[in-house]
């Protein structure tokens, strides 16, 4: 009897313990993805110099990287919510990345950008004003 009792309260801890262990939230694991940031178009890396290209028949200014992997910089222009003036430069890989804009009373600010269709972009500045851009 002593030992149908073990057994049983037994059985019990291992099923208490997988239904507690079931019930912990499942960590999502999220690939490193390497931020550009608004000073990054400031330097060119000993690293970057190395795969530097520039194509005068693209809109880009030059383009760094490896196959499939690579950033561009471009001047853009466009204009606020209000249809104010700006213009700049941005780095871009892939859909997102950063830059500087002016505005038209020569105020400099740092944007983080994202392409919404063929040589547009929407930007964003640490205010919360957004800005519509087009790559020159």
């Known amino acids: 009897m002593t030992k149908k009792l073990l057994f049983i309260y037994f059985i019990g801890l291992i099923l208490v ?5 079931a019930q912990k939230p499942v960590q999502k694991i999220v690939p490193f993805v390497e931020k550009i ?3 990054d178009i400031k ?4 690293e970057e110099a190395k795969t ?3 194509n005068p028949e693209r809109k880009y200014e030059y383009r760094t990287g490896t196959y499939n992997n690579y950033e561009y910089d471009y001047d853009v222009v466009g204009t606020d919510s209000l249809k104010n003036h700006v ?9 997102y990345g950063a830059g500087m804009l002016t505005d038209s009373l020569g ?17 964003k500045d640490k205010k919360g004003n957004t800005y519509t851009l087009k790559t020159e």
């Open 87 to 95: 213009k700049g430069n941005v780095i871009v890989k892939g859909k």
């Open 37 to 39: 940031l608004p000073e």
């Open 52 to 54: 530097f290209h520039k």
């Open 43 to 46: 330097t060119i890396t000993p």
């Open 17 to 21: 313990s997988c239904r507690q262990e």
């Open 107 to 123: 105020r400099v600010f740092d944007v983080e950008v994202e392409w919404t269709g063929f040589d547009m972009l929407k930007a």
